[in-house]
């Protein structure tokens, strides 16, 4: 549900399915899965304290399929 539902729609369904307000919780709900990847990646790869040439990349896990799909991005 992280990246197919919005911060409200989530609070609105567990209040709902176990009567429990969840609003003073932040999900943290990606839309833009990939987009938020490359974002992560581009930010450790310019940490200041990492060597340079360290190799940083990362993957989407399906959760239906059970693939990865490896992100790569310029840094």
Known sequence: RMASATE????????EQF???TRSIEFRTVQDQRQALET????IRS????PSG???GG???????G???PVDTVS
């Open 54 to 56: 360290l190799v940083v």
């Open 8 to 15: 409200e729609a989530i609070h609105a369904l567990i209040a």
């Open 19 to 21: 009567g429990v307000d």
């Open 40 to 43: 992560d990646i581009r930010r």
């Open 47 to 50: 940490f200041p304290l990492l």
């Open 59 to 65: 993957a989407i896990y399906d959760v239906d399929t």
């Open 67 to 69: 693939a990865l799909t």
